[in-house]
């Protein structure tokens, strides 16, 4: 592993998914963002996930530029939260270069702590935000496919692109995004096997022009990290480490998988 972790730190990752709003980073972001660069992680997406957390999304790609970048949007727990005030506030956000993306934003019946007709509307509206701006989607689906690749369906011809963040489902919905020309988000559960074994078979699958990697961090922090950190925070330097374990399961280097999600990243959100 020592020297895995050296031919890591000598490449650039890009995390396109971390929760870096979240109350667990207050207290030591900075530290947090020098062990992602140590750990090779050179630029980041901080994903909006409300409102609020948005705009503080923002606020933090205005505070470290060239490594950080935002996501705008509502995830659809939040979709009761969705009015025209919120509306225009993302068209706002929306409008500044450091916002690369509308999400989170999309359906979620596992949770269902929005009712199902608050969370279509919400989608809608984002969906409808990308199309207006031109903006790629940063996408949310739990459970909630058929619903989802419908919606998704009526829009996708009408934004750059799209990402299905946290990809989990099964091998036939990951091809109907993949029909869509959509890319696919992987993160630290394909390392949980107690529910993420089968997408070691299913990354296989994913074309190398299609891959892109996260964290979706303080979330998710992988299983087969050892030791485990005491807090159980899971965070961007461990990047690496889910980067590995995907290499592995392709059957290719880690600098292969490393390359070609970081170019996809790259390519996708614009952050040349």
Known sequence: MALLAIRLMSMQLVDIGANLTHESFRQDLDAVLARARAHGVTRML????????????????????????????????????????????????AGDRAVRAIGE?????????????????AFERQLELAAELHLPLFLHQRDAHADFL????????????????????????LFDYLDLGCHIGITGWICDERRGTHLRELVREIPADRLMIETDAPYLLPRTVRPPPAHRRNEPMYLAHICAEIARDRGESVEV?????TANAIAFFGLR
């Open 46 to 93: 901080v994903t909006g996930a409300s409102r609020a957390s948005s705009e503080q999304a923002l606020a933090l790609a205005h505070a470290h530029p060239g490594m950080l970048w935002a996501t705008a949007g509502v995830h659809p727990h939040h979709a009761l939260d969705y009015d025209e005030a919120t509306h225009a506030r993302l068209r706002e956000l």
């Open 105 to 121: 934003t999309g359906l979620d019946y596992y949770r269902n702590y929005a009712p199902r007709d608050a969370q279509h509307a």
């Open 150 to 173: 419908a919606q998704l369906k009526r829009y996708r011809d009408r934004v750059p692109g799209a990402v299905v963040h946290c990809f989990t489902d099964t091998r036939e919905a």
């Open 257 to 261: 998988t490393a390359a070609h999600s």
